[in-house]
T-cell receptor, first 117, second 111 residues
C-alpha cells in the first residue's frame, strides 16, 4: 500500500519551455503533497507544500511564478516549471501524506530528472 | 533554524556486520516525529523506520532499530546483519507538519 506514482521519470527539453510533472497517490487519499528538489549528492530541499483545494505554501526563496503547483484532487498534484532554464535542471521528488495527522509518514514518488538544454 | 545533523557523510560496513548511523536534531516542539529514509542509487526514497517522540521505547523493524535519546536530541539508526542491498544514502528526518532532512550518510556495504 501507500504507492505514489510520479511521471515523467526523465524529461529533456529546450530552454524556455514549460514542463509539467505529475504526482499521484494510487491507493490512498493524499491530504497533503510536498515537492522537493535534490541536487546531486545533496539532501532534499522542500520547495512547497500543498493541501487539496488550497493554494500551495512555498518555502522561502522558491519562486511561485516559476514553479506552479496545483493540487486539485486528493490523488493528484502537479508541478509546472515555467519557462525552464538550464539552472532549473535538477531532480524533483514529490511525496504524499494521507490523513490529517502529521505523524503519518510521507510516501515518495520515484522522482523526475529534469534536464534543460 | 530547526536543523537535523548527520555528522557522518560516509560509512562502510562489512556484509553481515552491524553499523550505526548517527543523527542529532534541534527542535522547540514537544510533539514531533523522527524518520530514517533510505535512498538507493535508483533515487527512490524508502521509509526505513519511524519513531514518535512521546514514545520511550525504541522502534524496531526487522534488522533496523533506533536508539532514541530525547534529552540529547539524538536518533541513531542501527543496521544489524548488513546486506549488500542496504547500500544507499540514508537520511534522518524530523517531522511535524513538514519534514526536515539531514544531509545524509552514504553507506557502503563491502562483501
Amino acid at each position: 500500500g501507500a504507492v505514489v506514482s510520479q511521471h515523467p521519470s526523465w524529461v529533456i527539453c529546450k530552454s524556455g519551455t514549460s514542463v509539467k510533472i505529475e504526482c499521484r497517490s494510487l491507493d490512498f487519499q493524499a491530504t497533503t503533497m510536498f515537492w522537493y528538489r535534490q541536487f546531486p549528492k545533496q539532501s532534499l530541499m522542500l520547495m512547497a507544500t500543498s493541501n487539496e483545494g488550497s493554494k500551495a505554501t512555498y518555502e522561502q526563496g522558491v519562486e511561485k511564478d516559476k514553479f506552479l503547483i496545483n493540487h486539485a484532487s486528493l490523488t493528484l498534484s502537479t508541478l509546472t516549471v515555467t519557462s525552464a532554464h538550464p539552472e532549473d535542471s535538477s531532480f524533483y521528488i514529490c511525496s504524499a501524506r494521507g490523513g490529517g495527522k502529521s505523524n503519518q509518514p510521507q510516501h515518495f514518488g520515484d522522482g523526475t530528472r529534469l534536464s534543460i538544454l | 533554524a530547526q536543523t537535523v545533523t548527520q555528522s557522518q557523510p560516509e560509512m562502510s560496513v562489512q556484509e553481515a556486520e552491524t553499523v550505526t548511523l548517527s543523527c542529532t536534531y534541534d527542535t522547540s516542539e514537544s510533539d514531533y516525529y523522527l524518520f530514517w529514509y533510505k535512498q538507493p542509487p535508483s533515487r527512490q526514497m524508502i521509509l526505513v523506520i519511524r519513531q514518535e517522540a512521546y514514545k520511550q521505547q525504541n522502534a524496531t523493524e526487522n534488522r533496523f532499530s533506533v536508539n532514541f535519546q530525547k534529552a540529547a536530541k539524538s536518533f541513531s539508526l542501527k543496521i544489524s546483519d548488513s546486506q549488500l542491498g542496504d547500500a544507499a544514502m540514508y537520511f534522518c528526518a524530523r517531522g511535524g507538519s513538514r519534514l526536515t532532512f539531514g544531509e545524509g550518510t552514504q553507506l557502503t556495504v563491502n562483501p
